[in-house]
């Protein structure tokens, strides 16, 4: 039998109308309460923002093992590779233990969403190691299990989360390809640190929150008319619901119990900068996932400018992104 060995890529994406709390009774399969859109991005410098895992299937290995960017995974982080590979596994009809290895060229849990991009492509190298023909929609869902907005990262371009009501309707779709929206960001990394507070943690503290209800029905109306806007490539309406909805999910993170604050000194810098920019004419919006940093949104032509803002700001690593390709194969093993 050929060696059961795959490698992939995948870009990590922010979300644009975003995805904060789970169905209760579906929450173990990651079913959100409401649909969102986002962006999958590739950075467009040195840090390109992918994960690229590599999985091998052998009876060699006595037990599943693991690495993420050189260091052992442990019983834990293990247990959350099998949410994915475990189904796969067992569609394939192989009983081998894996041996599986990512690598983030990024840091790794900062609100950069290195999950997104790690669970989704250890969904794609895991599916074609076992030789499953599955579509991006179908692997989309698979990365679910893993991390819920990695269902996002399997497509590029600009993409639709449908929430729905079980593991098969639960799935992602892309709205338009990298190419078909005119649409840049500039990364500001407040704090490349790991967060202290994980999305999983912040997902079950959002009902507890009294706004959540509120952000949940508004966050239904903002993937609606987004939709449209994308579709009308209307990068204004665009950039306004992706930072009225960002600040929405903030208000349910710090209103929740236990309250969760995730910005910092610079967090509200970049904002400030980002607004006063927009005084000045550059259209830019700003929006910020369970972390820190800050993704801010502009149209091509303003990237540099917005990019010297946030230098001028004095935040000193940031990172110019751009629509990123669909997840793919890739030629080259980490082992
Ligand atoms: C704030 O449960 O997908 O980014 O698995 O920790 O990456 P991780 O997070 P996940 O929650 C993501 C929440 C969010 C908003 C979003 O991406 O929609």
Known sequence: MNSLKSSAIAYSNIALVKYWGRHPRLAHLNIPLNDSVSMTKEGMGKIKLQSHTTIEFSSRYKSDSGSLNGK??????LARMRLVVDPLREAAGVPDAFRLASQNDFPTAAGLASSAAGFAALARAAADALQLDYSLGLLSSM????????????????????????????????????????????????????????????????????????????????????????????????????????LNMHAVMMTANPSLLYWEPGTLKVMHAVRSL?????????????????????????????????????????????????SYIARTHLF
Request: net charge positive.
């Open 72 to 77: 052992k995974m442990g019983e834990k982080e």
């Open 278 to 326: 927009r005084e000045k004419g550059a259209e830019t919006y700003f929006t910020i996932d369970a972390g820190p940093n800050v993704h801010c949104l502009c149209r091509p032509r303003d990237q540099l400018k917005l990019d010297r803002a946030l230098q001028v700001a004095g935040i000193r690593f940031r990172i110019p992104v751009r629509p990123a390709k669909d």
């Open 143 to 246: 990365a679910r299990l893993g991390s819920g907005s990695a269902a996002r990262s399997l497509h590029g371009g600009l993409v639709w989360w449908h929430a729905g009501h079980s593991h098969e309707s639960s799935y992602a779709e892309q709205l338009c390809g990298p190419n078909d929206f005119p649409l840049r960001a500039v990364v500001a990394v407040v704090n490349p640190d790991a967060k202290k507070v994980s999305s999983l943690d912040g997902h079950s503290a959002a009902a507890s929150s009294p706004f959540q209800k509120m952000q949940v029905k508004e966050s239904l109306r903002h993937a609606k008319r987004m939709r449209v806007a994308i579709a009308e490539k209307d990068f204004p309406a665009v950039g306004q619901l992706a930072e009225q909805n960002a």
